[in-house]
């Protein structure tokens, strides 16, 4: 079988199955190729050394990599008609201490095609997701592991409030992983020296109702986005942090003052897409189980911190304050999910914020 033949079957099989990564790893003598779902890598496949290197050329030569170059890593990306449909890929690549190429296969975000109170296990937390994204200015954050679907949940959320109101959004990604035609979506490019701090200010000047940033990584880009916080626009980003006390630890790190944060932070939502149960599995639904449909096998668990739980945390809270807090935590509403038999007790382990 051709090689292209091999990454068109490969793909198609893995965009069926609900994959988030495709996984080529060398071995000592082998390549072998992985699904990542739900968190976990699934074996799928061995090739030989040499296949596996023609796999690795050919799709860098698709995503307009240096096909020649194996000292660096490299990275690209592609929008490729899989089983009927237009995805977006990212491609990464890494050479091991043997000159032996990795590379990483992920399938970005598409839009959205369930309301938001679906994608969750208790509906009543997007009821406070709702709430937030109706207030005219001040910040929302969002926090949780790579791939736990923050950029969908922003999107959503944003493109039903929209759907009732008509206002201008604005975003500012890196890269776009959802094309969305009701917003004005730009990309950061840093080889054109066009970063998210020059973008912001530049979105300033058209006037948005909602200015969504793809991530605040740097002090510069925190500062800006809390400056457009402060001077009336509704911010929607995304942060690295655990939790919700994570998320204004990290905040202040970045070296965005304790005063900053109480007057432009409204709502901080850490989010978790964790295992659902499988009747037929009898735990963790299996990849190639369909017994549950690819989207219903994980889905989203909240924790969102607003008002009186955000000041506490940040004044270092009082008992009744913090009592609130943990009625509204993400332990909670996990023990909750598995209390009802949603999720099985390994990912209520799994899953649990120590």
Same mark, same amino acid.
């Given at each position: 079988?051709?090689?292209?033949?091999?990454?068109?079957? &490969?793909?198609?099989?893995?965009?069926?199955?609900?994959?988030?990564?495709?996984?080529?790893?060398?071995?000592?003598?082998?390549?072998?190729?992985?699904?990542?779902?739900?968190?976990?890598?699934?074996?799928?496949? $061995?090739?030989?050394?040499?296949?596996?290197?023609?796999?690795? %050329?050919?799709?860098?030569? @698709?995503?307009?990599?240096?096909? =020649?170059?194996?000292?660096?890593?490299?990275?690209?990306?592609?929008?490729?008609?899989?089983?009927?449909?237009?995805?977006?890929?990212?491609?990464?690549?890494?050479?091991?201490?043997?000159?032996?190429?990795?590379?990483?296969?992920?399938? &970005?975000?598409?839009?959205?095609?369930?309301? @938001?109170?679906?994608?969750?296990?208790?509906?009543?937390?997007?009821? $406070?997701?709702?709430?937030?994204?109706?207030?005219?200015?001040?910040?929302?954050?969002?926090? =949780?592991?790579?791939?736990?679907?923050?950029?969908?949940?922003?999107?959503?959320?944003?493109?039903?409030?929209?759907?009732?109101?008509?206002?201008?959004?604005? +975003?500012?990604?890196?890269?776009?992983?959802?094309?969305?035609?009701?917003?004005?979506?730009?990309?950061?490019?840093?080889?054109?020296?066009?970063?998210?701090?020059?973008?912001?200010? %530049?979105?300033?000047?058209?006037?948005?109702?909602?200015?969504?940033?793809?991530?605040?990584?740097?002090?510069?880009? #925190?500062?800006?986005?809390?400056?457009?916080?402060? +001077?009336?626009?509704?911010?929607?980003?995304?942060?690295?942090?655990?939790?919700?006390?994570?998320?204004?630890?990290? &905040?202040?790190? @970045?070296? $965005?003052? #304790?005063?900053?944060?109480?007057?432009? @932070?409204?709502?901080?939502?850490?989010?978790?897409?964790?295992?659902?149960?499988?009747?037929?599995?009898?735990?963790?639904?299996?990849?190639?189980?369909?017994?549950?449909?690819?989207?219903?096998?994980?889905?989203?668990?909240?924790?969102?911190?607003?008002?009186?739980?955000?000041?506490?945390?940040?004044?270092?809270?009082? %008992?009744?304050?913090?009592?609130?807090?943990?009625?509204?935590?993400?332990?909670?509403?996990?023990?909750?999910?598995?209390?009802?038999?949603?999720?099985?007790?390994?990912?209520?382990?799994?899953?649990?914020?120590?």
């Amino acid at each position: 079988m051709k090689i292209e033949q091999n990454v068109i079957q &490969l793909m198609g099989e893995a965009e069926k199955r609900g994959v988030n990564d495709i996984h080529l790893l060398p071995r000592e003598n082998k390549y072998q190729i992985y699904f990542r779902v739900s968190g976990h890598l699934v074996e799928h496949s $061995v090739v030989s050394l040499k296949k596996g290197a023609q796999l690795i %050329a050919y799709l860098k030569f @698709l995503s307009n990599m240096d096909v =020649g170059e194996k000292r660096f890593p490299q990275s690209g990306a592609k929008n490729m008609l899989i089983n009927g449909s237009n995805k977006s890929v990212r491609f990464s690549t890494i050479t091991d201490f043997l000159h032996q190429e990795s590379l990483v296969i992920r399938f &970005l975000n598409q839009t959205q095609k369930r309301k @938001l109170v679906q994608t969750c296990y208790f509906p009543n937390q997007v009821t $406070v997701l709702k709430q937030l994204i109706e207030v005219k200015s001040g910040l929302i954050l969002f926090s =949780g592991p790579v791939g736990s679907g923050k950029t969908t949940t922003m999107f959503q959320l944003i493109k039903e409030f929209v759907g009732k109101e008509n206002c201008q959004v604005f +975003t500012i990604e890196d890269p776009v992983e959802i094309q969305e035609t009701l917003f004005l979506q730009t990309q950061v490019n840093p080889k054109a020296g066009i970063g998210y701090d020059l973008l912001i200010k %530049a979105s300033l000047r058209h006037h948005p109702d909602i200015i969504v940033v793809g991530e605040i990584r740097d002090q510069e880009t #925190a500062k800006m986005v809390i400056r457009a916080a402060l +001077t009336g626009h509704l911010i929607v980003s995304s942060i690295h942090a655990k939790n919700g006390e994570g998320v204004v630890k990290r &905040l202040l790190e @970045l070296g $965005v003052s #304790a005063q900053q944060i109480k007057q432009s @932070l409204i709502g901080v939502i850490s989010q978790k897409l964790v295992p659902q149960y499988c009747p037929f599995c009898q735990g963790e639904c299996h990849l190639y189980c369909s017994f549950l449909a690819v989207y219903a096998k994980r889905s989203v668990i909240y924790e969102t911190l607003t008002g009186r739980e955000l000041e506490g945390l940040m004044e270092g809270g009082d %008992a009744q304050i913090n009592l609130e807090k943990q009625t509204k935590s993400f332990n909670y509403y996990l023990r909750k999910a598995y209390s009802y038999g949603f999720i099985t007790k390994k990912s209520y382990r799994q899953y649990k914020i120590q």
